[in-house]
């Protein structure tokens, strides 16, 4: 966001939105304006539940505040007094009266849930004076020093940039010099203690005392809340998700209610529905006496809502410890979850036995919950079936495809946790995010251990495999993020004893250390020494139902790249209706057929080089009759070699020496060959369609290959039908020279064999000037297919090789939005495709025509090619499900658009 003067205010639109009990500005369709928290809390008033009253500043005001020099413009200023006033009204209390202070939570908010990212500030108001009135009002001093305590200690975290560990660390100090096991347990005086302990530090770390007025308490929390929309790891959890970093946020002021006040007081999180399998009955955790943050941030480990989650815990459950408050809350959750028609997850406090409802969200739910719970609300009417596939996101269906720890294999056990996300992995320990990152980035699997997670460790989570914590519950920051990236994690287990700075952890008889292996089973909490087995994944009855929906509503096909007959079966179990794309280089990789096709290239006489295309002839042909047979009579797109021959000649003096044995000869007739064939620039040199101008016996004994592998899957009862596609033409010249070499090799083998049979002969469109003259290329050509890889890498002229070290510069300066690589360049790329096609279906209205990039499976870009009336998308095998999911979703979103 640019940095510059603003003064006036925005013409548009109101800056602060009310909700109170007898005015609420706000509702779930402003969403983009209150962000997600503010709209929800509007939502939830109007319904009339006990929500405590508050006001939004619009996330608009953070785009402003960023203009305006990060400041908050004095406008907004004298309209967040005037809503404080309105709020003390409503609470009987004054914002700044040390007699009688309104104390308020001041909350980030943007328009979709992002979990720990941003900051937040409770009991702001406080000072030294107002707590003594607290105390007097509560007649409960203990509460109210706890209060200031946890006010100071959030503050100065937030606001001032304290650094957070050094206060925490004084806290752990007194408990421990006191040999407290909670925070409960702290007295009065101890509180005292460390209130001044926490404003000496302050004073120390910033050269000024604690703030004392509460007006700029309000103003800096406001401002802290806009500033941490670009703190770092809001920003990496933005770039995880694909979210836009120009959304800004919004931020709440809410009146505060206390779970802290005593015995009776409480507060917790709760889900509708198990986020965790889906199944239908009210779960989630609380903390008595204890503040909100607590929960979340896993602190301390929480107990369970329900006596069904107790796992034969001695501690009360909510449900036995404030039966008519659980009451209330399933009550509560049963209605927004009928409002919503989705699994809610509730943050609530109680406070003198009274229920209050914080925030309400969609959950985060791990693929197996989404599926269960998108197939049941089906069936309960609650939801249609178009809109079963909105609650399936296409990323939570590749949760479907982690691996899990082999049940048969031999494990020694070494803890057990709360399953708080599913998935079975293996790898090394490590005790830090910076760690994770690093091991990552050298391509090391590795386990993030901590005692709890915080936002900060984002990076850490991303790289890491799986996650450990030995404190929080399935609602820590641990849980939520993990769930929602669908990385495998266990949290809660209590039994380790974890010396980070050492870099140890101690678990009874066991003692590891960095570097260690251990495996992480999220789906039943357990941690076991070294390495396990893992299974792949099966896709059960919900998974095959949910997919027959989808593809109800799916016009655009889903195809899978796929060279090998194993890729080919795993394709059609995954649901693919045909192969897009086999790249027959790929199947020349082996020791054998290597020495075959060094022998062609080496080859001084033709008479040499057709000799050596004997040898591959059988092995093509085995490959292809595989292909057919695994497909069952899909269409299977088979491109003609593509890369310059000088990738299959060796390198290294060993390798040289090698081929020279088994070939004859000379090591130095071989190196003359390839340095003959090296080339300035190979990837728009002698390859794809130019070999056959220069060797058409290569395409010569591949099409052979293809035609005789369907005579042989004819005898065989089958009827396959061959789309042979012709790489890197540019003229419409070479087009129709290699289309008459393939048609007549084609017809020599169904003389030979007396069979006839269907084909196809089409060309891959990846030069600009292809898709400039499609309408040439059509007149020879029975399909098309986009290769947006290389129609990418010759449009913008940037190698997809060496992107990886400028691109993420262009992307974190906002340059460009995404890595074009990865979603479609609509206006320049996505131009030539748009010509393409027009062109093209101009001459020819029916044309099949396809991509078969690594776009083939990403959700903007199939909404694109879907817009195009493309006939069918080709990705890796394994991203089959998504990409089905998406080209659903994709074409009732355009077809409702229409």
Same mark, same amino acid.
């Given at each position: ?111 979709? /849930? ?49 650094? $957070? $560990? ?237 691996? /899990? ?313 089958? /009827? ?78 940037? $190698? ?89 979703? $994709? ?8």
């Amino acid at each position: 966001m640019d940095k510059k003067s603003y003064s006036a205010p925005p013409l548009v639109g109101k800056n602060l939105y009310y909700f109170l009990p007898q005015q609420v500005d706000g509702s779930v369709h402003l969403q983009n304006v209150l962000g997600s928290k503010g709209a929800h809390l509007a939502e939830m008033i109007s319904m009339g539940f006990p929500v405590p009253p508050g006001f939004t500043v619009s996330a608009d005001m953070c785009q402003i505040f960023y203009k305006n020099n990060n400041q908050l413009p004095e406008f907004l200023k004298k309209e967040i007094q005037q809503a404080m006033k309105r709020l003390g009204e409503e609470m009987k209390c004054h914002f700044g009266d040390n007699n009688n202070p309104l104390l308020v939570s001041v909350r980030s908010g943007a328009r979709v /849930s992002m979990p720990g990212m941003m900051d937040s500030i409770l009991n702001l108001g406080l000072n030294d004076e107002a707590v003594k009135s607290l105390a007097k009002q509560s007649s409960d001093e203990w509460f109210a020093w706890d209060c200031y305590r946890r006010f100071i200690q959030m503050y100065a975290d937030v606001v001032l940039s304290v650094d $957070s $560990s050094l206060l925490v660390f004084f806290l752990e100090d007194l408990k421990r010099l006191k040999n407290y096991k909670k925070d409960t347990e702290l007295t009065v005086e101890d509180l005292k203690k460390l209130v001044q302990c926490f404003k000496d530090q302050v004073l120390q770390a910033t050269g000024k005392y604690f703030p004392q007025d509460p007006e700029e308490q309000l103003y800096s929390a406001i401002s802290a809340v806009f500033n941490s929309w670009n703190n770092t790891r809001a920003i990496s959890y933005r770039e995880l998700n694909n979210y836009h970093h120009e959304w800004g946020t919004a931020v709440n002021v809410q009146a505060m209610v206390f779970g802290n006040k005593g015995e009776d007081c409480a507060t917790g999180v709760a889900f509708s529905r198990n986020p965790s399998n889906g199944e239908k009955h009210l779960v989630g955790e609380f903390l008595v006496n204890a503040q909100g943050e607590d929960v979340v941030a896993g602190v301390r480990t929480p107990l369970p809502v329900t006596k069904a989650m107790a796992n034969g815990k001695i501690e009360l459950t909510l449900e036995e410890r404030f039966p008519s408050v659980f009451k209330n809350l399933n009550t509560v959750c049963d209605r927004l979850e009928k409002h919503y028609k989705d699994v809610q997850d509730i943050e609530f406090t109680i406070e003198k036995n009274r229920l209050w409802i914080l925030q309400t969200r969609s959950a985060k739910r791990t693929f197996k919950a989404a599926l269960k719970v998108a197939l049941d609300m089906l069936d309960e009417e609650l939801i249609t079936e178009k809109e079963t596939l909105f609650r399936v996101h296409p990323s939570a269906i590749e949760q479907m495809l982690h691996p /899990s720890l082999d049940p048969k294999a031999q494990k020694i056990k070494m803890t057990q946790g709360l399953a708080a996300s599913p998935g079975g992995v293996s790898g090394r320990i490590v005790f830090s995010p910076e760690e994770a990152f690093q091991a990552h980035s050298r391509g090391e699997k590795v386990i993030l251990v901590r005692t709890e997670t915080s936002p900060e460790d984002i990076k850490g989570m991303i790289s890491a495999e799986g996650i450990v914590t030995t404190r929080g519950g399935i609602t820590s920051h641990a849980a939520v993020v993990a769930r929602g990236m669908g990385k495998c994690c266990v949290v809660g287990c209590d039994e380790v004893n974890l010396d980070e700075k050492s870099g140890q952890m101690k678990v009874g008889k066991y003692c590891l250390k960095a570097g260690d292996i251990i495996s992480v089973d999220g789906s039943t909490g357990e941690v076991f020494m070294g390495e396990v087995p893992t299974l792949e994944p099966q896709m059960d009855d919900n998974f095959q139902r949910f997919m027959s929906i989808v593809d109800k509503y799916s016009k655009m096909r889903v195809r899978a790249n796929a060279d090998h007959p194993r890729e080919a079966k795993t394709a059609r179990q995954f649901g693919a209706q045909g192969i897009g794309l086999c790249r027959t280089e790929h199947m020349f990789f082996g020791d054998e057929r290597i020495i075959s096709v060094r022998k062609m290239i080496l080859a001084g006489k033709e008479r040499e080089r057709e000799e050596a295309l004997e040898e591959l002839l059988p092995m093509q042909r085995k490959d292809f009759s595989a292909l057919f047979a695994a497909m069952k009579d899909l269409p299977v797109t088979i491109r003609l070699l593509d890369p310059p021959l000088h990738e299959f000649l060796p390198h290294r003096d060993m390798e040289i020496k090698e081929l020279a044995e088994k070939t004859n000869k000379k090591e130095e007739t071989i190196r003359e060959r390839v340095e003959a064939l090296k080339e300035t620039n190979p990837m728009l040199g002698h390859r794809g369609c130019r070999l056959a101008i220069s060797f058409p016996e290569i395409y010569q004994m591949q099409v052979r290959a293809i035609a005789e592998a369907v005579c042989e899957r004819m005898d065989q009862g089958e /009827s396959p039908v061959p789309e042979i596609m012709i790489p890197l033409v540019m003229l419409e010249s070479e087009l129709k020279f290699i289309k008459e070499l393939v048609e007549q090799e084609i017809k020599a083998v169904q003389e030979e064999k007396q069979k006839t049979f269907k084909y196809l002969i089409g060309t891959m469109i990846e030069l600009p000037r292809a898709a400039l003259v499609a309408d040439e290329l059509a007149n020879h050509a029975d399909f098309f297919s986009f290769g947006t890889n290389d129609l990418t890498q010759t449009t913008l002229g940037i $190698s997809r090789d060496d992107c990886g070290k400028f691109l993420p510069s262009y992307v974190s300066e906002n340059l460009i939005s995404e890595d074009p690589f990865a979603t479609v360049d609509q206006k320049g790329v996505g131009f030539l495709i748009k010509r393409g096609v027009k062109l093209a279906r101009e001459i020819k209205p029916n044309m099949k025509i396809g991509i078969c990039g690594e776009h083939g499976a990403e959700e903007k870009s199939i909404n694109f090619f879907n817009e195009l009336g493309l006939n069918y998308i080709s990705c890796s095998a394994y991203r089959v499900p998504v990409a089905r999911l998406i080209a659903a979703r $994709s074409h009732i979103g355009h077809k409702e658009k229409k």
